[in-house]
């Protein structure tokens, strides 16, 4: 019988290999989605709208509190003011209402094409890529002109397919667990890039500034 | 004379006063401050000017459009992200291939614009900056000797006489010393390395004080100084 420790181990080992893909896989589509934030705020001010199920909706709302929060709070920055970002995963009465009179598959895109403008930028997290709720959200987020960051997992599911985003960070990985550290790793980067880009003295070199 | 006025900057400090606007759409009595300022050079003959934006560029943009109401034509630089104010300029070279007025858009300061030119031209500089002696304490002071500067401070007043006032004749030759993307602020980077280099910089002396918003307490001070409606 294996030990409990043997488990772990393994766990972790799962882990370091699916960040190495990252390596390979990720930077390129986590740099952009850095840039779309900064793009967001910057030029407009626009908000961050984030959406996912499960333990999706609670990394939905993790990223909403380091854009309005901070990320860094070490006062590394002068002037990091607030960001402008909301989760549609915490009114219950909102997500009730439309699960219980539209359906369930209507929870997210009904709130966006209530809440978002051409100078937004929503997040869709699905780990199979597969979640109709997120899709739908994805799918008016197009209709209406928002930019869209998906954040998915194994082959990407639909949101892949069909092109449901505009920025696809897809985890290179097959375990849920493993696909949504590499989604918690992919927004802390976002933030990150996004905060030292706007609010540090140096600002950084990107692809899009050669 | 071509005009390039910098309005690309966060204006944190007034952001309790203005929430969520461009600090230099500020109403000044009846219009945006930044309207002042377009008037202002009209006034002195200069209507070819370049807005530098970056900040919520989407909002100046659609203030002012090509500048045909106020009789002056507009063009814009865009920055997508913080580059500082020498970056800024770097970043609006295109436009200038002639000796040009740099004019930050959260400041006012009614000057002979003509005159400084040809003091900076006169005197065969690569940068011409305004050097007010009433302080108002917002643009780090100058040491000076004769008209030549020699040093900047942005920390107190110290022994110097005169104040930055926001206003500047750049030759275009000044932005060779600046990489293409890089931050970098005028007074920490790039005019203390041209004083380093031994490059020209000299300062236009006026007793004028100049008004600015970049505090809720100067905004304050420029509605009353200002033109009324």
């Not at chain 1, 997992?153 to 092109?163: C, E, F, L, P, S």
């Not at chain 2, 807005?51 to 106020?70: C, M, N, Q, T």
């Not at chain 2, 030759?171 to 005019?191: D, G, H, M, Q, T």
Request: aromatic share 8%.
């Amino acid at each position: 019988m294996n030990t409990a420790k043997t488990r772990i181990k393994n766990q972790i080992k799962s882990s370091i290999q699916a960040y190495e893909k990252m390596l390979t896989h990720c930077v390129d589509s986590i740099e952009q989605a850095g840039l779309a934030l900064v793009e967001t705020y910057y030029k407009d001010g626009g908000t961050v709208f984030t959406f996912g199920n499960g333990g999706s909706a609670a990394d939905a709302q993790h990223i909403a509190d380091e854009l309005m929060c901070m990320l860094r709070n070490d006062h590394t920055y002068e002037s990091r003011f607030p960001l402008s970002a909301h989760a549609l995963t915490t009114d219950s009465s909102v997500l009730t209402a439309i699960a219980n009179d539209l359906g369930y598959d209507y929870v997210f895109s009904r709130q966006i094409e209530a809440l978002a403008q051409p100078k937004d930028l929503v997040i869709g997290i699905s780990t199979s890529g597969n979640s109709e709720n997120v899709i739908k959200a994805l799918e008016i987020a197009k209709q209406r002109g928002v930019k869209s960051i998906g954040m998915t997992g194994r082959d990407g599911g639909k949101i892949a397919k069909h092109q449901l985003a505009d920025i696809l960070i897809n985890i290179p990985a097959q375990d849920v667990g493993i696909i949504q550290q590499g989604h918690v790793l992919a927004f802390h980067s976002m933030c990150d890039i996004m905060e030292e880009i706007l609010f540090s003295d140096k600002g950084l070199r990107t692809s899009s500034s050669a | 004379m071509k005009a390039l006025i910098l309005a690309a900057g966060f204006g944190i400090r007034l952001r309790e006063v203005i929430h969520g606007r461009p600090k230099h759409l500020a109403n000044v009595n009846g219009k945006p401050f930044l309207q002042h300022v377009i008037e202002l050079l009209h006034k002195h003959n200069i209507s070819d000017i370049v807005i530098a934006v970056g900040y919520l560029s989407e909002r100046i943009v659609a203030e002012f459009g090509d500048g045909a109401p106020l009789g002056v034509s507009i063009n814009y630089s865009v920055d997508d992200r913080p580059l500082g104010t020498a970056g800024t300029i770097k970043h609006a070279e295109k436009y200038f291939t002639q000796d040009f007025l740099v004019i930050n858009g959260d400041t006012y300061i009614d000057i002979d614009f003509q005159a400084l030119l040809q003091f900076h031209k006169k005197n065969q500089a690569e940068v011409t900056i305004v050097a007010t002696s009433k302080f108002h304490g917002k643009g780090g002071s100058i040491q000076v000797k004769g008209n030549r500067v020699t040093a900047f401070s942005n920390t107190g007043v110290g022994t110097s006489k005169f104040e930055n006032a926001g206003v500047y004749i750049f030759s275009p030759s000044a932005l060779k010393r600046i990489n293409k993307y890089e931050r970098v602020s005028l007074e920490n980077n790039l005019f203390p390395k041209m004083i380093t280099a031994g490059r020209p910089i000299f300062a236009f002396k006026v007793d004028k004080p100049y008004i600015d918003i970049g505090t809720p307490q100067h905004l304050q001070e420029a509605i009353k100084k200002l033109p009324p409606k």
